[in-house]
C-alpha cells in the first residue's frame, strides 16, 4: 500500500535518483534504517489532517529529490512524532536542506525555497530549545549538508585590480542566498556550541578539509557572512583542541598569501579579530610556534597598503603578545621599523600611533636595544613636510612613560632628535608645528638644560661647517665654470694638442 502510494509522485531523471540516493545513504546505517518503517507509522495517523502538506510536497517534487521528500516525510514537525523518531526525523530534514537553489533570479523556485527555509528553521528551533544527543548517523547527516550550502567557490573579484587603499570605502556586496545561508550558519554554530556534540565522534566529521573549506570562507564579500564566520571558527577552535595547531598554520598561510601574493583578501580583519582572543589564551611561557606566529605573520602585516582596515586589530594582537612576554616588544619595534612606510604619510600616522601602544608596554632594558634607530626615524618624523606626521611624532613627548624612559637615557636620545627639533623651530612651514616643537624643546631644557645647550651649540658648528662646504663647492664649480669658456669648441676632424698639465692646477670639489 506504501509502495503504491509513492509511486503517485512524479520522480526525477536518473540524475536526480542517483543524487537522493547519494543523500539518503549517509543515513543507512544505525537507527536511519528504520526510520521509513516509524515515520509510515505517523504519517498514516496524520494524513487526514495534512492535506496541505502534502499538496504542498507534491508542488516540490519536481526540485527536492523524491526518495526525499515523499518516501523520507521531512515535513513533519518534530511535535507530532515520538522522541524516538526525532534523530531520523532530524536526519532527514537534514537531507532535504542538502538541496541548493539558484537566488540570482529571485522570483524561480519560490515554493520551494519557503519550504527548504521553513526547514532549516525547524531545525534550528529544535536543536536549541531541546538539544538532542547528537548520534554519529546525526553528526555526519549535518556535516554534509554544511558542505552542500555553505561551501562554495566564489566569483571572480574584479574590483581587486583596482588596488586597496587604506582609506578605500568599497560597497559591501550582499550575497542574494542570504536568507538561507544565515540560518544555516545559525544551525552550524548551535551545533557546534551544543554541549551534548561529542568533540571526540564529531572530529571524524569536522575534519581538517572541512576546517580548511571554513577558512576558504572568509573571503566573502559579504560582511554578514565574515561575522558568523568569526563567531563559528572562534567556536570551533575552543571546541577541537585537536585541531588548534591546524587552524593556525592555515590561517598563517592566509596571511603569508596575503602578504606576498595577492595583497588582496576580505576576511583579514576577522580572522585577526578571532585571534586577539586565541592569543590571549596563550600559556606561559609562550611555545616558539607562537613566536614564530608573531615574528614572520603579524609584523609583516605591516607591508600591504590595505593595512589601515585592520590595523585597529593587528595592534591588539601584537599588545597581546608583549603583555604575554614584554621581552618581545623590541623586537617588534625593530619589525615595524623595517616595513616603516617612506612615501605614505597616512601609514607613517598610524605607525606611529601603534609605536606609542608599543612603548607604553616596553620595559626600560627592551627600550635601550631599539631605541637609537626608533628616535632616528622619529627624528625623520618631526622633519615631515606632511604636518600631521609631524604633529603625531611631536605628541610622543606628551606620554608620561615614554618620557620616563627617554629621561633615563636622554644622554643617546637628546643628541638623535634635537637637530630635528631646531630644523623645524627655524624652517617648518606650519605654524602649529613650530609651537609643538618650541613646547618638546622646552620640555628637554627642563629635563637637562646643560645637555640641550652642548647639543645645540653642536648642531649650530655642524650647520657652519655645511654652509662653508656649500660655499666651497659654490666656489670650484664657478672656476670650473670659468676654465671650461676659455676653450673654443672643436669642430669637424681638427687635430687638437692636448698640453700636459699638473693635478695641482684643477680645481676639487669639496
Not at 82 to 94: C, D, G, H, V
Not at 273 to 291: N, Y
Request: aromatic share 10%; hydrophobic share 40%.
Amino acid at each position: 500500500m506504501w509502495k503504491h502510494f509513492l509511486n503517485k509522485f512524479p520522480r526525477k531523471s536518473s540524475k536526480s535518483e542517483s543524487a537522493s540516493d547519494s543523500l539518503s545513504s549517509s543515513i543507512s546505517n544505525g537507527d536511519g534504517a528504520n526510520f521509513g518503517n516509524t515515520v509510515q507509522k505517523a504519517t498514516s495517523g496524520n494524513l487526514a489532517s495534512s492535506k496541505s502538506a502534502a499538496a504542498v510536497k507534491r508542488m516540490s517534487s519536481s526540485v527536492f529529490p523524491s526518495s526525499v521528500v515523499a518516501g523520507i516525510e521531512p515535513l513533519l514537525s518534530f511535535k507530532d512524532v515520538t522522541n524516538a523518531e526525532r534523530p531520523n526525523l532530524f536526519i532527514s530534514k537534514l537531507n532535504l536542506c542538502c538541496v541548493v537553489f539558484d537566488f540570482s533570479d529571485q522570483n524561480k523556485n519560490c515554493v520551494d525555497k519557503d519550504i527548504k527555509r521553513q526547514t532549516l528553521v525547524d531545525l534550528v528551533d529544535y536543536v536549541h530549545s531541546t538539544p538532542p544527543r547528537f548520534t554519529e548517523p546525526m553528526i555526519a547527516a549535518s556535516c554534509k549538508m554544511f558542505a552542500f550550502n555553505l561551501f562554495r567557490v566564489f566569483p571572480p573579484n574584479y574590483r581587486s585590480n583596482k588596488g586597496a587603499g587604506e582609506n578605500d570605502e568599497e560597497e559591501p556586496m550582499f550575497d542574494p542566498a542570504w536568507s538561507h545561508l544565515q540560518i544555516v550558519y545559525d544551525l552550524l554554530l548551535q551545533f557546534i556550541a551544543s554541549v551534548s556534540l561529542d568533540a571526540k565522534v564529531a572530529k571524524k566529521y569536522v575534519d581538517h578539509s572541512f576546517i580548511l573549506s571554513l577558512l576558504d570562507l572568509f573571503d566573502s564579500e559579504d560582511p554578514r557572512e565574515r561575522e558568523c564566520l568569526k563567531t563559528v571558527l572562534h567556536r570551533v577552535y575552543g571546541k577541537f583542541m585537536v585541531h588548534r595547531p591546524f587552524i593556525r598554520k592555515t590561517v598563517s598561510n592566509i596571511f603569508f598569501r596575503f602578504i606576498f601574493e595577492t595583497q588582496r583578501h576580505n576576511g583579514i580583519t576577522e580572522l585577526l579579530e578571532v585571534f586577539g582572543s586565541v592569543i590571549s589564551g596563550f600559556a606561559l611561557p609562550l611555545k616558539e610556534e607562537h613566536k614564530i606566529f608573531l615574528w614572520r605573520a603579524l609584523i609583516p602585516l605591516h607591508k600591504p597598503k590595505a593595512v589601515g582596515m585592520y590595523l585597529q586589530q593587528l595592534t591588539y594582537c601584537i599588545t597581546q603578545f608583549i603583555e604575554k612576554d614584554p621581552k618581545l616588544s623590541s623586537t617588534v619595534v625593530m619589525g615595524l621599523l623595517k616595513y616603516w612606510p617612506v612615501t605614505n604619510s597616512q601609514k607613517e600616522v598610524m605607525f606611529l600611533s601603534e609605536v606609542e601602544e608599543i612603548l607604553e608596554l616596553m620595559p626600560q632594558v627592551e627600550f635601550q636595544k631599539c631605541m637609537v634607530p626608533l628616535f632616528r626615524r622619529i627624528g625623520y618624523c618631526l622633519n615631515s613636510s606632511h604636518f600631521q606626521v609631524a604633529e603625531r611624532a611631536l605628541f610622543l613627548w606628551n606620554n608620561d612613560h615614554i618620557m620616563s624612559m627617554v629621561s633615563q637615557c636622554r644622554q643617546v636620545i637628546v643628541p638623535l632628535v634635537l637637530p630635528a627639533l631646531e630644523r623645524n623651530s627655524r624652517n617648518h612651514w606650519n605654524q602649529a608645528v613650530q609651537n609643538l616643537t618650541l613646547n618638546v624643546r622646552k620640555i628637554l631644557m627642563e629635563m637637562d638644560e646643560e645637555l640641550v645647550s652642548i647639543c645645540k651649540r653642536k648642531f649650530e658648528d655642524e650647520e657652519g661647517k655645511q654652509l662653508t662646504s656649500q660655499e666651497n663647492r659654490r666656489i670650484a664649480w664657478e672656476r670650473l665654470e670659468k676654465t671650461a669658456s676659455i676653450f673654443h669648441p672643436v669642430t669637424g676632424k681638427t687635430a687638437v694638442l692636448v698640453t700636459p698639465f699638473s693635478p695641482s692646477s684643477v680645481p676639487t670639489l669639496t
